[in-house]
Nanobody, 122 residues
Framework: QVQLVESGGGSVQAGGSLRLRCVVS????????MGWFRQAPGKEREFVAV????????DYADSVKGRFTISRDNAKNTAYLQMNSLKPEDTAVYYC???????????????WGQGTQVTVSS
């Protein structure tokens, strides 16, 4: 059974930074591409960033491009999302997810974490 546990969320002012972490257990992280998604109240879950199993391929939603950086350390079975220049519209619950292939659709991911709240105040 694959388990994903996110941490690192919190409350920050606009312009601040947070680093989210997703620890994977039960399987080797290098078996999976890793995605980050977010869901704000009353909205659908949306794609934020994705990284291939090797880390050689990364992609981002236009809304976070240039501000967020996805990375992974397969030796530590951990994926990261560095979030800089945060805006109030980044406020959401952030989820990490694992899938065999790079995908932008949440419906295609096999495993999910429980989510971590990020709140950005103006």
């Amino acid at each position: 059974q694959v388990q994903l546990v996110e941490s690192g969320g919190g409350s920050v002012q606009a312009g601040g930074s947070l680093r989210l972490r997703c620890v994977v257990s039960g399987r080797t992280l290098s078996d999976y591409a890793m995605g980050w998604f977010r869901q704000a109240p009353g909205k659908e879950r949306e794609f934020v960033a994705v990284i291939s199993w090797s880390g050689g391929s990364k992609d981002y939603a236009d809304s976070v491009k240039g501000r967020f950086t996805i990375s992974r350390d397969n030796a530590k079975n951990t994926a990261y999302l560095q979030m800089n220049s945060l805006k109030p519209e980044d406020t959401a619950v952030y989820y990490c997810a694992a899938n065999r292939a790079v995908s932008y659709s949440p419906g295609l991911y096999d495993y999910w974490g429980q989510g971590t709240q990020v709140t950005v105040s103006s």
